[in-house]
């Protein structure tokens, strides 16, 4: 029998979150690094915007076989040799924290963000393997699924196109994948589109009461605009989650900024775009209000 080849690890690396990774790769659950923020690197200049095509094992298979770490949950691997490749040392380098791609490895997870989000849990679904997190808890189920954010306060379910952060092998016994996790995703794919408006009228963002925000107005409506043809485009199912990620996204774009931002009227015009494609106001607003949280935890 032919011994493995060894693998090198290039100087600067970090030990203790490289070998994770490739105990977590030995064990078939595919890692990836990332950086501060709690968030993946981000793509390289020939993958920016996807332009490469895209990984295959993406929505749609495309050619991309870039060595680097791109595509966010997309690169993650079990192959230990990329792992410790050159390009991805690199990474390691910055690395803040160790993700895995829970679809990749037939699991999903429930992340539960809160205390009542717990207790939910615990009073509604069937008991399986848990890992503590810094505001609530993971719960791991045997079985893949579509990942769905803000499926009800709290609580995001990230499987199949996700990542979710690595903490620790958890305590308890897994379980099979119930129906009522399956049914929290599928409860927004059975809302029929509707010509729907949000109980107000919502106020136009306005540099008068964004005071301490470092952006030019220009970014500000771009980047909300961008977010706006995304939801509206979500006719007959993922308009809720399109929410929460432009929410999300315009979130991190001003975690830097002093402050006041008036984030609360970008999350107005979020809401009526994702009513008007048929979400329910009060799930919009969960998805919305979850989407705002910037990373620390605060309302950005």
């Given at each position: 029998?032919?011994?493995?080849?060894?693998?090198?690890?290039a100087p600067g690396h970090k030990p203790r979150l490289l070998d994770t990774a490739i105990s977590?790769?030995?064990?078939?659950?595919?890692?990836?690094?990332?950086?501060a923020g709690k968030l993946p690197f981000g793509n390289c200049p020939d993958c920016t915007g996807?332009?490469?095509?895209?990984?295959?094992?993406?929505?749609?298979?495309?050619?991309?076989?870039?060595?680097?770490?791109?595509?966010?949950?997309?690169?993650?691997?079990?192959?230990?040799?990329?792992?410790?490749?050159?390009?991805?040392?690199?990474?390691?380098?910055?690395?803040?924290?160790?993700?895995?791609?829970?679809?990749?490895?037939?699991?999903?997870?429930?992340?539960?963000?809160?205390?009542?989000?717990?207790?939910?849990?615990?009073?509604?679904?069937?008991?399986?393997?848990?890992?503590?997190?810094?505001?609530?808890?993971?719960?791991?189920?045997?079985?893949?699924?579509?990942?769905?954010?803000?499926?009800?306060?709290?609580?995001?379910?990230?499987?199949?196109?996700?990542?979710?952060?690595?903490?620790?092998?958890?305590?308890?016994?897994?379980?099979?994948?119930?129906?009522?996790?399956?049914?929290?995703?599928?409860?927004?794919?059975?809302?029929?589109?509707?010509?729907?408006?949000?109980?107000?009228?919502?106020?136009?963002?306005?540099?008068?009461?964004?005071?301490?925000?470092?952006?030019?107005?220009?970014?500000?409506?771009?980047?909300?605009?961008?977010?706006?043809?995304?939801v509206r485009a979500r006719t007959e199912s993922g308009a809720g989650s399109q929410a929460f990620?432009?929410?999300?996204?315009?979130?991190?774009?001003?975690?830097?900024?002093?402050?006041?931002?008036?984030?609360?009227?970008?999350?107005?015009?979020?809401?009526?775009?994702?009513?008007?494609?048929?979400?329910?106001?009060?799930?919009?607003?969960?998805?919305?209000?979850?989407?705002?949280?910037?990373?620390?935890?605060?309302?950005?």
């Open positions: 029998m032919t011994q493995p080849t060894p693998i090198r690890r977590l790769a030995a064990n078939g659950i595919p890692p990836l690094p990332l950086r996807n332009a490469c095509g895209g990984r295959p094992n993406m929505k749609s298979a495309g050619p991309c076989r870039c060595p680097g770490v791109c595509h966010a949950w997309a690169a993650a691997t079990t192959d230990p040799h990329t792992l410790a490749s050159t390009p991805w040392v690199a990474a390691w380098r910055q690395a803040a924290a160790i993700a895995y791609h829970p679809g990749g490895a037939g699991l999903t997870v429930l992340d539960l963000d809160n205390t009542a989000a717990v207790q939910w849990a615990r009073a509604t679904l069937p008991a399986t393997r848990t890992v503590p997190t810094t505001r609530g808890e993971h719960w791991i189920y045997q079985g893949a699924m579509r990942s769905a954010n803000a499926v009800r306060p709290g609580v995001d379910v990230k499987s199949h196109m996700a990542y979710a952060r690595w903490l620790g092998h958890g305590t308890g016994r897994m379980t099979a994948l119930p129906q009522a996790v399956r049914a929290l995703a599928m409860r927004e794919d059975t809302t029929p589109a509707r010509a729907g408006v949000v109980s107000s009228s919502p106020a136009p963002w306005d540099r008068s009461v964004a005071t301490g925000c470092r952006h030019t107005e220009r970014f500000v409506r771009t980047g909300l605009e961008r977010g706006l043809t995304l990620g432009t929410a999300r996204f315009l979130a991190i774009q001003h975690t830097a900024c002093p402050g006041p931002c008036a984030l609360e009227a970008l999350g107005e015009e979020i809401v009526a775009a994702a009513v008007s494609v048929g979400v329910p106001e009060p799930y919009a607003r969960r998805a919305v209000a979850n989407g705002l949280q910037a990373p620390s935890g605060r309302v950005a």
